[in-house]
Structure formats: structure tokens, C-alpha cells
């Protein structure tokens, strides 16, 4: 997210913030936190300055400090536009509110520069492998297909060649835009998944390329989707994984990852045929590989 896109209303507060996040980029995590402290006495009521503080804090390791800093932004941005209440979750502190909302914002300010930085910078992959899962588990014949999540159309570039007719639902109104710029979408629709979900049926497809790591449990994903697809109608979506004993955690990433075991366990009870996996780097981060899985679902 660019941290600073939702200004404090003062531009000396805003240069600081600036500087501050100029520091933080080259590790100096306690300058800039420094810088940012000084900028807030200026303007105590900036929700996203308090947030970006807690980032540099954390960068240097004082999570104490972090947490309240994330404590104050969360008092001052109830919607939770810039996930500080998911920080706070994903420290330990308080129960996870506010991803609709964290990832709207989150891919608005993003959708500019979001191709190159996934794709060229960290080697996102995920469209063209969860393509080639559904060919070979042989995508049946239907009417409506649906990219869940399509953001700047990744993925529905990759169903095109597959498919007549194509539809993508995503929350960002600025991702949307992109997609639409590409014209491979008969129809986009800004809308929360699981909003869109409770008023279609017929989906003979529905894709999900990196968009469970904002849904958190999957029980409600899977419960949403199997109702509108159609007799032996596909789920193809990618997870992020970790191999602690939970079915799944809210990285400090702010991005849900789950126990493979669990997952497809959840799977089969919600009453799906598992037709393939395929574990598999999803893309890179800070240089690390990040671990995921690949699934293709029928429903039943």
C-alpha cells in the first residue's frame, strides 16, 4: 500500500511522513520511527500516520511500541481501512476485523503499479499454473465463468483462450479499471466475494488466484461457492501455506496462510471432489520464496 496516498491535511506533516518512509526503506527502521513520532505531535489524529509508526517500530523490533501505535490508529480508522486492527491480530492482540475494507483501500492505492511489482519484481506465477489444473482436469461445458477476486485481470487473461464468455468480480474500484483496460471481461462487477456470491447461480467456473489470503477460514469460502455452481462445476483457487498446527494464521503480512491437511480436509467435508493439488512457490518475498497450494475443486 502507498502509506501516505490518505495525506495528514498539513504538507510539513506530510514531508515528514515521507521522510520517514524514505528511512524505512533502507532499514533504518528506528529513525524512521523517530521521524514519525515528531510528525504525529503535529497531527495526533492521523489514523495512517499512527499506522505507518507502527510499521517502523516493528521494523526495529519494538513491538510494544508497534501495538500501541496500532491501538491508536485502529481507535482513529474504525473501518479498518489501513489494517491496523489485522496487525494487532496478527501480534496476538484482538481477533481479526476490518480485510474487506484494509484490502479495498490496500489494492486502490495499488492497482497502478500492482502488475509490475507481483509479476516482474516477485515472480507471481499463480494465473498461468492454475490455468494449466484446469485444463487438465477438464473444465466443463457452461455458461458462466467467474474470476473471483480478478483485480487487474491476471488470471482472466489466462481463461480467456479457455472460455466464451467471462466474468470478474473484484472490491477495488482502481483494479477494476485496469481489468478493463485489457478487454477480455464481458462483464466486471465491483462487489465483495461473498456479497457477489449470495446472488448468482450457474457458475460452471469459478476462479480465485490469490485471493483466500484475504478471506481468512476457508469453511465460509467453500460454503459460499459450492450453492452456485453448477452440476460438476470446477473451484480452482491457490492458498497460502504454513506447516504450524493451525488450520490457518494471519501473517504479519496481513495475509491468511493454512495447513495444507486442513485445508483440503475442509474441502471434502464441505462436500467437493478434490481433482488436483500442486504445492508451489506463489511468489517471493523479501527474496523468500512463499509457500502455497494449488487446488482444483468439483463440486459434487
Given at each position: 500500500?502507498?502509506?501516505?496516498?490518505?495525506?495528514?491535511?498539513?504538507?510539513?506533516?506530510?514531508?515528514?511522513?515521507?521522510?520517514?518512509?524514505?528511512?524505512?526503506?533502507?532499514?533504518?527502521?528506528?529513525?524512521?520511527?523517530?521521524?514519525?513520532?515528531?510528525?504525529?505531535?503535529?497531527?495526533?489524529?492521523?489514523?495512517?500516520?499512527?499506522?505507518?509508526?507502527?510499521?517502523?517500530?516493528?521494523?526495529?523490533?519494538?513491538?510494544?511500541?508497534?501495538?500501541?501505535?496500532?491501538?491508536?490508529?485502529?481507535?482513529?480508522?474504525?473501518?479498518?481501512?489501513?489494517?491496523?486492527?489485522?496487525?494487532?491480530?496478527?501480534?496476538?492482540?484482538?481477533?481479526?476485523?476490518?480485510?474487506?475494507?484494509?484490502?479495498?483501500?490496500?489494492?486502490?492505492?495499488?492497482?497502478?503499479?500492482?502488475?509490475?511489482?507481483?509479476?516482474?519484481?516477485?515472480?507471481?506465477?499463480?494465473?498461468?499454473?492454475?490455468?494449466?489444473?484446469?485444463?487438465?482436469?477438464?473444465?466443463?461445458?457452461?455458461?458462466?465463468?467467474?474470476?473471483?477476486?480478478?483485480?487487474?485481470?491476471?488470471?482472466?487473461?489466462?481463461?480467456?483462450?479457455?472460455?466464451?464468455?467471462?466474468?470478474?468480480?473484484?472490491?477495488?474500484?482502481?483494479?477494476?479499471?485496469?481489468?478493463?483496460?485489457?478487454?477480455?471481461?464481458?462483464?466486471?462487477?465491483?462487489?465483495?466475494?461473498?456479497?457477489?456470491?449470495?446472488?448468482?447461480?450457474?457458475?460452471?467456473?469459478?476462479?480465485?488466484?490469490?485471493?483466500?489470503?484475504?478471506?481468512?477460514?476457508?469453511?465460509?469460502?467453500?460454503?459460499?461457492?459450492?450453492?452456485?455452481?453448477?452440476?460438476?462445476?470446477?473451484?480452482?483457487?491457490?492458498?497460502?501455506?504454513?506447516?504450524?498446527?493451525?488450520?490457518?494464521?494471519?501473517?504479519?503480512?496481513?495475509?491468511?496462510?493454512?495447513?495444507?491437511?486442513?485445508?483440503?480436509?475442509?474441502?471434502?467435508?464441505?462436500?467437493?471432489?478434490?481433482?488436483?493439488?500442486?504445492a508451489a512457490t506463489l511468489r517471493y518475498d523479501r527474496g523468500e520464496p512463499v509457500a502455497g497450494l494449488l487446488v482444483v475443486l468439483a463440486g459434487t
Open positions: 500500500m502507498s502509506r501516505h496516498t490518505h495525506s495528514s491535511g498539513n504538507p510539513i506533516v506530510d514531508r515528514r511522513g515521507a521522510y520517514a518512509e524514505a528511512l524505512s526503506s533502507e532499514h533504518a527502521y528506528a529513525e524512521a520511527a523517530e521521524v514519525m513520532a515528531q510528525a504525529l505531535e503535529l497531527a495526533p489524529d492521523w489514523a495512517a500516520g499512527w499506522n505507518s509508526l507502527g510499521r517502523h517500530y516493528e521494523g526495529s523490533g519494538s513491538i510494544d511500541r508497534a501495538i500501541a501505535a496500532w491501538q491508536r490508529s485502529a481507535e482513529l480508522d474504525p473501518a479498518g481501512r489501513y489494517g491496523a486492527a489485522l496487525k494487532l491480530a496478527a501480534h496476538g492482540v484482538g481477533g481479526a476485523r476490518g480485510m474487506s475494507a484494509y484490502a479495498e483501500t490496500l489494492f486502490d492505492d495499488y492497482a497502478g503499479r500492482f502488475e509490475m511489482s507481483l509479476v516482474d519484481r516477485l515472480g507471481y506465477r499463480v494465473p498461468e499454473a492454475l490455468a494449466d489444473m484446469i485444463v487438465a482436469t477438464g473444465r466443463p461445458a457452461g455458461a458462466r465463468p467467474v474470476d473471483l477476486g480478478c483485480g487487474t485481470g491476471l488470471m482472466g487473461v489466462r481463461l480467456r483462450p479457455l472460455v466464451d464468455r467471462l466474468e470478474g468480480v473484484d472490491l477495488s474500484q482502481a483494479m477494476l479499471a485496469e481489468a478493463r483496460r485489457k478487454g477480455i471481461y464481458d462483464r466486471l462487477t465491483r462487489a465483495d466475494l461473498f456479497d457477489f456470491l449470495g446472488g448468482v447461480q450457474g457458475v460452471d467456473l469459478a476462479a480465485a488466484a490469490d485471493v483466500l489470503n484475504y478471506t481468512g477460514p476457508l469453511p465460509p469460502v467453500l460454503a459460499a461457492v459450492r450453492p452456485v455452481l453448477s452440476p460438476g462445476g470446477r473451484f480452482a483457487f491457490s492458498l497460502e501455506t504454513h506447516g504450524g498446527p493451525e488450520p490457518e494464521v494471519l501473517r504479519t503480512s496481513l495475509r491468511f496462510a493454512h495447513h495444507t491437511d486442513a485445508a483440503l480436509g475442509a474441502c471434502r467435508e464441505a462436500g467437493y471432489a478434490v481433482l488436483a493439488t500442486r
